[in-house]
T-cell receptor, first 113, second 116 residues
Framework: NAGVTQTPKFRVLKTGQSMTLLCAQDMNHEYMYWYRQDPGMGLRLIHYSVGEGTTAKGEVPDGYNVSRLKKQNFLLGLESAAPSQTSVYFCASSWGQGTDTQYFGPGTRLTVL | AQSVAQPEDQVNVAEGNPLTVKCTYS??????LFWYVQYPNRGLQFLLK??????LVKGSYGFEAEFNKSQTSFHLKKPSALVSDSALYFCAVRPFSGAGSYQLTFGKGTKLSVIP
């Protein structure tokens, strides 16, 4: 039982390049989330999904797209990377909302030059 | 919209002394409250949560938190700090219902340093 895994762990992009971050969970969770963590700002929600085939915007969705084609996977895409997207990205999953605990992946450190 | 304040960027405590990491929140209606810990270069790990009932919640690694509705606070505590407790601690809130109930809102984090 690996929990929540993220690929890749590190990535350096040039401005304007695109990339996809992959999140996978093996806990059969319905809900999945993408956060970004910046120094002194805590974690901010980018997008989330309440089930296979669904996505919704979070607090800071601009510049990102997501897809949830399979229940266990949640992809985060950057179509044209900008230096402001330099951050650490965390994926999380949970059974549902409310009282349910979110379980986090190890993170992806992205640098955009 | 809900919000969380962690008023201290850093807390220093001597090993063996009690520790407190402060958290206050703002939310419409009843809150669900969480504490997470992050060790360097790692993801967040769940420590404990308050749902309802007893205001004192016990969690992992000897941590506990006290919910105070009148002061809208959820401070994290431990009776005796260990050097291995040194990490970044996040408080988070989620409303019981409504549009924001999908979203877990985090504080900015408090860096705890336990001095040997």
């Amino acid at each position: 039982n690996a929990g929540v895994t993220q690929t890749p762990k590190f990535r350096v992009l040039k401005t304007g390049q695109s990339m996809t971050l992959l999140c996978a969970q093996d806990m059969n969770h319905e809900y999945m989330y993408w956060y970004r963590q910046d120094p002194g700002m805590g974690l901010r929600l980018i997008h989330y999904s309440v089930g296979e085939g669904t996505t919704a915007k979070g607090e800071v969705p601009d510049g990102y797209n997501v897809s949830r084609l399979k229940k266990q996977n949640f992809l985060l895409g950057l179509e044209s990377a900008a230096p402001s997207q330099t951050s650490v990205y965390f994926c999380a999953s949970s059974w549902g909302q409310g009282t349910d605990t979110q379980y986090f992946g190890p993170g992806t450190r992205l640098t955009v030059l | 919209a809900q919000s969380v304040a962690q008023p201290e960027d850093q807390v220093n405590v001597a090993e063996g002394n009690p520790l407190t990491v402060k958290c206050t929140y703002s939310v419409s209606g009843n809150p669900y409250l969480f504490w997470y810990v992050q060790y360097p270069n790692r993801g967040l790990q769940f420590l404990l949560k308050y749902i309802t009932g007893d205001n004192l919640v016990k969690g992992s690694y000897g941590f506990e938190a006290e919910f105070n509705k009148s002061q809208t606070s959820f401070h994290l505590k431990k009776p005796s700090a260990l050097v291995s407790d040194s990490a970044l601690y996040f408080c988070a809130v989620r409303p019981f219902s409504g549009a924001g109930s999908y979203q877990l809102t985090f504080g900015k984090g408090t860096k705890l340093s336990v001095i040997p």
